[in-house]
């Protein structure tokens, strides 16, 4: 089976959940941007999540292709770095990487996308080294 989401960093960004943190990681990018700007739905959805987060984990890891791009690795980056594009360079996306280095993340936007978008981009790129 495949393990490509951690539980400990799914709690640990639960922690800081009522931002969408642990939703955004898990892929699911509707509910962490209701999250983010309900704060957790007034916190009773985030404390319902801290039950939730096994079955999130279980879900993104059947979802999501496993591969030598760590999906916990690119999170972290984006998360604490990702105005400086570091998560792109550790994907190996040199263009966009210095394109975000040099406009902090495309003046956020960029960093927007890829808050939506990061889980499919490391599972294409996992799954095209297959390919």
Do not use: C
Not at 48 to 66: K, N
């Amino acid at each position: 089976m495949n393990n490509t989401h951690s539980k400990v960093v799914g709690y640990i960004l639960w922690i800081f959940g009522f931002m969408g943190a642990h939703r955004f990681y898990y892929g699911k990018p509707i509910s962490g941007t209701i999250y983010f700007f309900t704060l957790g739905v007034f916190l009773i959805g985030w404390l319902i999540d801290l039950f939730l987060i096994p079955s999130m984990d279980r879900s993104a890891d059947s979802t999501y292709a496993s591969g030598t791009t760590s999906y916990t690795m690119t999170w972290v980056l984006l998360t604490f770095l990702g105005i400086f594009g570091l998560h792109r360079f550790y994907m190996g996306k040199w263009f966009t990487a210095i394109l975000y280095l040099l406009t902090g993340g495309l003046f956020l936007l960029g960093i927007i996308y890829d808050y939506w978008t990061l889980n499919q981009q490391i599972s294409e790129k996992n799954s095209s080294l297959f390919s």
